[in-house]
Nanobody
Framework: QVQLVESGGGLVQAGGSLRLSCAASGRIFNTYRMGWFRQAPGKEREFVARISWSGSTSYSDSVKGRFTISRDNAKNTVYLQMNSLQSDDTAVYYC????????????WGQGTQVTVSS
């Protein structure tokens, strides 16, 4: 059974950086569209970034220019490099897989907390 496990969250000062990782089990990870989402306290979960199997990327306006999503198919891992972090970036970050590449994320990780102190 395919699972996603996030890591790399923590506490960082405003202006700092963190890199999140999402490790996937399973031999066909490289065919999945992968995404990062986040949910702040009292708010709905929101899209952050996604990367296709071929490496094309897309970002929400709120993180564009500050965050970078990437993947290493040899390691079955997707990353989210987060720079110039702001207090509004504080949230639980989730990794998700769209295994059919149809826009529906059907596999989710457990989440990792990112807290940005001002």
């Amino acid at each position: 059974q395919v699972q996603l496990v996030e890591s790399g969250g923590g506490l960082v000062q405003a202006g700092g950086s963190l890199r999140l990782s999402c490790a996937a089990s399973g031999r066909i990870f490289n065919t999945y569209r992968m995404g990062w989402f986040r949910q702040a306290p009292g708010k709905e979960r929101e899209f952050v970034a996604r990367i296709s199997w071929s490496g094309s990327t897309s970002y929400s306006d709120s993180v564009k220019g500050r965050f970078t999503i990437s993947r290493d198919n040899a390691k079955n891992t997707v990353y989210l490099q987060m720079n110039s972090l702001q207090s509004d970036d504080t949230a639980v970050y989730y990794c998700a897989a769209d295994r059919t590449n149809t826009g529906g994320y059907d596999l989710w990780g457990q989440g990792t907390q990112v807290t940005v102190s001002s």
